[in-house]
């Protein structure tokens, strides 16, 4: 008896030491308030299931219009000409390739968030994974419309793919801009079956949830019959992690190809080996920000979604924000030692002419905005208000489009000959059908919010911490 | 195969719930849990008394609970591999196929031979990354045989909790050491609840 006792009391002392051990070193929790695995389910999923909100209706209400700019304008485009953009014969690339890359460049925050935190163990991106990647396709599918149209004649576009056609002609694999077909298209599809994978257990709780026989109907074609065994669990757990470890060099590699654009040019301003990581940075960048710019307002409309969208989640992204910021700000300052140190004048004349050229506002704006703008989070403060984590975001958001404009336009304007030198002019055709692409992008959004689980819920119950099999036992 | 036909049955010192119409087969039994923690041990459990047609049912992946199990790693990663290479012998066989021989094409003065493959490298890489993603994903789908429109699990009615935060066991009446008798005895003795016989559909023929 008394050795058992004596037993006891030892186990309870390293007990209490190990935990003490914890304290130390405890890391914030993942889901606050000490929310049960039920209570994410029937709040996650509620958003789904309720009334539709009165908020939901009129933000759609503005978004749809907008977005329907789009392709009407796209429509007078064709049936027009090209003539109707602004782009010119020096400036040939002009706002197209720019929003194209601007598009392009936020998806990757959302593939980002999904694949490399995955493989690399950081369990805070669970609650935000699903939101980032539905953002990811949304903004592709908004990038893709640019290089569609931007050919020029679009019923020709089929001459991208390599199919037999009646001229017996086959692409030029070596062109970078076909491997930006190639690339943008791999991408946006497994964005799509990543995105997909990653729903399937959340659909199959809203079916299980449904009570009315549409909605089961609807939930329960998508969930695909999912019933959560462990033998479903261990393929799926295995396709997830191939679809991440996929992912990674997928969306390096990308805005790589994208780079590769104008690296294998001989424009100055373009033809820099920096191209590849200096791009993939900033699409991190301008992504992360774009993330936070779309959930801070859903968290502040759904306010229990704080307890999965914590404090600690903001401030993380804003530190990656910082930290990508200041990779960007040192690849701009690195072009310029380049430009000055490889002695070559045309290469110094379009950094001249970047900074101090007609189009010097452009430039300045996109230092401020992306590089000064994001060293405020050095300051803890900073990071956890949250409008000043906004304020910084918008300005990220311009800062990322100025820096796409800056190395199209302003680089195309001025390049060997002054006699073809030009400046380009956005038509109202160009703005418009830009901001219709936001249209778009937060229609698509709005949708996802209405009928999709917006938080992985199977992923946020594991990481809790009865998810454990070993929660509470002493080891 | 045996059936049970009252609505509650009694065995010894407990009651088994019906599920599913009972004049069909019988599926298996199941059983409710309430933690993680209390699924993994009796998984072993189950696990140890020798049984191979059965399933952990959890809302979310559990670690370990594959060796609880007793399962061997999933083999998708292999299928995965085919699928890679298949497709960079599909890119190598679509690049140089056609600009060597069905259009041989030279650009900036360089045909296609062994120094100028560096520049056919991100096609390769990129159809590599989209063959095996869609195997990954319809591999997956093929392995845990999804889609398919319905399950003797789902006439549980307790069993709609699975995808919430209940967790359950379920022994196939399938299983060669499945007798009712003591399987039962089994499920009893784990510590869970809400035993239950679950039947096939009535038109489903196993």
Redesign the interface.
Known sequence: MEQEAQHNSAVQTTHELSSSKHNDIARPPLVLNKRTMGWISSYVSTIVESKTPLWWYISIAVTSPIALITPLLLIYLVSTGVGVWGNNSPVAWAWDITNFVFWIGIGHAGTLISAILFLTRQKWRTSINRAAEAMTLFAVVCAGLYPLFHVGRVWKVYFLAPIPNSNAIWQNFRSPLLWDVFAVSTYFTVSVLFWYTGLIPDLATIRDRCTTKIKKFFYGILALGWRGGNRQWRHYEMAYLLLAGLSTPLVLSVHSVVSFDFATSVIPGWHATIFPPYFVAGAIFGGFAMVLTIMLPARAIYPQLHDMITPMHIDKMCKVILLTGSIVGYAYLMELFMAWYGANPFERAAFWYRAFGPYWWAYWSMMFCNVISPQVFWFPWCRKNIFAVFIVCMFVNAGMWFERFVIIATTLARDFLPSSWGMFHPTWVDIFTFIGTFGIFGTLFLLFVRFLPMICMFEVKAVLPEANPHYGEDH | MEKITNSKMNMKNSTIAIAGPTQAQLFGLGIEFQ???D???A?QKVRDAGYTRW????????????E??G?Q??W??AL?FIGGLVGLSSALL??FG??SF??P?V?AG?PTNLF?IP??F??M???T??F???T??F???A??G??????P??NWDRF??????KFFIAIEASDRKFSLEETTALLNSLGGSHLTAIHHDAEEKT
């Open positions: 933690s993680a923690r699924l993994y041990h998984a399933d952990t049912y959890s809302p979310f992946p559990i670690h370990g609970m594959d609880a199990m399962l790693k999933s998708l990663s995965v679509l690049e056609t600009s069905l259009y094409l650009v360089k100028t520049a056919f991100p096609i890489f990129e159809l990354i989209l095996s993603a869609l990954a994903t591999g997956m789908f392995l845990n999804l889609p398919r429109w319905n399950h699990v789902f709609m909790k699975v995808t919430e935060d």
